[in-house]
T-cell receptor, first 111, second 110 residues
Framework: DAGVTQSPTHLIKTRGQQVTLRCSPK?????VSWYQQALGQGPQFIFQ???????QRGNFPDRFSGHQFPNYSSELNVNALLLGDSALYLC??????????FGPGTRLTVT | RKEVEQDPGPFNVPEGATVAFNCTYS??????FFWYRQDCRKEPKLLMS???SGNEDGRFTAQLNRASQYISLLIRDSKLSDSATYLC???????????FGTGTSLTVIP
């Protein structure tokens, strides 16, 4: 049983560009959350998707958007990249109120 | 004020030592509490949930004090493999948003 998977593993982008990160939840999970983890910080909640809808959003600008597909996989899109967007982006999945499982993350570097 | 606050450390302790981490949270309506472990350049993994009655899992004991809004993690007989960052996590009553502390770094020294 595969756990949460994310792609790509690493990514380098230039300021102003756009990026799409992908996440496949653990089998049986229907809820996907995205987090941003800057170096030396804890993960910060970006948003959560359930039934293809954004259910809750953290304190992130509209440049951060997402999508959930019928198979529960999810994408995180970031437009107009800033240097400060460089971070580890973590996807976590869960079934209802059960334990949250994290993927290995995508390390984004903006130059 | 941050929703969850932790002492970032680092804590450097010898093998066999007992070490304790504390964490405070700001929202008194918070419902669920957890400790996660994160190894260098890896994803966080659930270490244990924290219940009002306190709970123990082998060498690890977690406690919750709702009146003072703090959570603790005690590690007894530290092993080299315990070296990691320990993240305190709080889930508010909607159940949807998890707030993470900055993490406390632990290094167990031979």
């Amino acid at each position: 049983d595969a756990g949460v998977t994310q792609s790509p593993t690493h990514l380098i982008k230039t300021r102003g560009q756009q990026v799409t990160l992908r996440c496949s939840p653990k089998s049986g999970h229907d809820t996907v959350s995205w987090y941003q983890q800057a170096l030396g910080q804890g993960p910060q909640f970006i948003f959560q998707y359930y039934e293809e809808e954004e259910r809750q959003r953290g304190n992130f600008p509209d440049r951060f958007s997402g999508h959930q597909f019928p198979n529960y996989s999810s994408e995180l899109n970031v437009n107009a990249l800033l240097l400060g967007d460089s971070a580890l982006y973590l996807c976590a999945s869960r079934y209802q109120q059960d334990e949250q499982y994290f993927g290995p993350g995508t390390r984004l570097t903006v130059t | 004020r941050k929703e969850v606050e932790q002492d970032p450390g680092p804590f450097n302790v010898p093998e066999g030592a007992t070490v304790a981490f504390n964490c405070t949270y700001s929202n008194s309506a918070s419902q669920s509490f957890f400790w996660y472990r994160q190894d260098c350049r890896k994803e966080p993994k659930l270490l244990m949930s924290v219940y009002s009655s306190g709970n123990e899992d082998g060498r690890f004991t977690a406690q919750l004090n709702r009146a003072s809004q703090y959570i603790s993690l005690l590690i007894r007989d530290s092993k080299l493999s315990d070296s990691a960052t320990y993240l305190c996590v709080v889930n508010e009553n909607t159940g949807n948003q998890f707030y993470f502390g900055t993490g406390t770094s632990l290094t167990v020294i031979p």
